[in-house]
């Protein structure tokens, strides 16, 4: 702080840049990450980015049985919800330390 109580702009321009360019990083991290959340012992499986973008869902063919899809919509659903923490998880990790603790939309 200088006199009188004044914050240095410079000093807060040159944090907020640091900031910036660590919320870059941890987007560019996020963005090659991909997570996998399974449900019914690995038989579906969905995969994400670490920005949250779904890649695929595999269905193992031995739980598809025609009379019973309630079950198998259930493991779907139950790998992508999986998945989807595990990218929250994440995205927690890498940009935390980024953005100082502030909770930035969309993470």
């Known amino acids: ?5 004044q914050p240095n702009m410079q000093q807060i321009m040159k944090q907020a840049q640091k900031m910036q360019q660590q919320v870059a990083q941890a ?15 690995g038989l579906v499986t969905a995969v994400i980015t ?11 063919p031995k739980v598809v049985d025609p009379e019973d899809l309630e079950t198998l919509e259930d493991l779907v659903l139950a790998a ?23 909770n930035l939309p969309g993470f």
């Open 1 to 5: 702080m200088r006199p009188g109580g």
């Open 27 to 41: 987007q560019a991290e996020l963005a090659e990450a991909e997570l996998t959340g399974t449900a019914g012992n």
């Open 50 to 60: 670490g920005l949250g973008e779904f890649k695929s869902v595999k269905i193992d």
């Open 80 to 102: 992508i919800h999986n998945a989807a923490e595990a990218q929250r998880e994440l995205a927690e990790q890498k940009m935390g330390p980024a953005t100082g603790g502030f």
